[in-house]
């Protein structure tokens, strides 16, 4: 696999990925949540508090999203940016 410099999973993942949850859980708190929210809603999902584990943790996760594009991160609150919202849209079927 040629991996052309990028570090980190695909920018086009699959569909029921981390990637794919995270952006989920953001834009189901109106495309903004706060950290602790976000930790305190991972942690009762067994299923995901387990799959993000295996890739590091939520802070390497999120650092991964971060520079791929997906989100924006303040202090304590983190944001999807336009292009996870277009890439939701698209995945939804809707423009």
């Known amino acids: 696999m040629v991996h052309h410099g ?3 999973p ?3 993942t699959p569909k029921g990925s981390l990637y794919d949850d995270i952006r989920q859980r ?3 708190a ?3 949540i706060s950290r602790e929210m976000l930790d305190r809603e991972i942690a ?3 299923s995901c508090s387990e799959r993000i584990a295996k890739v590091g943790g939520l802070p390497s996760l999120l650092t991964n999203m971060h520079h791929s594009g997906e989100i924006t ?3 304590n609150t983190i944001c999807l940016t336009e292009r996870a919202k277009r890439r939701m849209a698209k995945q939804a079927g809707t423009k």
């Open 30 to 32: 109106g495309g903004a």
């Open 73 to 75: 991160m303040g202090p």
């Open 6 to 8: 990028r570090i980190g």
């Open 26 to 28: 953001i834009a189901n």
């Open 44 to 46: 009762t999902d067994a």
């Open 10 to 12: 695909p920018i086009f």
